[in-house]
């Protein structure tokens, strides 16, 4: 399974550039299969600032997984992808 983190938009405060939010995906792909997710991760003004015209996707997603169970959000990609492989349940009429 390869998992992917994405940075889809920053909020900032315009007086000084601080992000105080950051909005990611993470998608996961199986061979056919993925799964993705959304989410936010709120910040607070730290010790050290990086200028907003500084700040690198890699930089804010290391932040945003400091702040988040990375493991558990993987492990819930790879069962709803291996849900998708063997499912237990289905739709349709039999005719």
Do not use: C
Not at 23 to 45: K, L, M, P
């Amino acid at each position: 399974m390869t998992t992917t983190w994405t940075i889809a938009q920053l909020d900032r405060q315009t007086s000084d550039g601080l992000v105080t939010t950051a909005h990611y995906t993470v998608n996961a792909v199986d061979g056919e299969h993925s799964s993705g997710s959304y989410g936010t991760v709120g910040f607070e003004r730290g010790e050290s600032f990086i200028a907003y015209e500084s700040l690198t996707e890699a930089q804010v997603i290391a932040w945003v997984k400091d702040k988040l169970d990375v493991e558990a959000i993987e492990a819930s990609l790879a069962t709803q992808i291996a849900a998708k492989k063997a499912p237990v349940t289905a739709v349709g009429v039999p005719w």
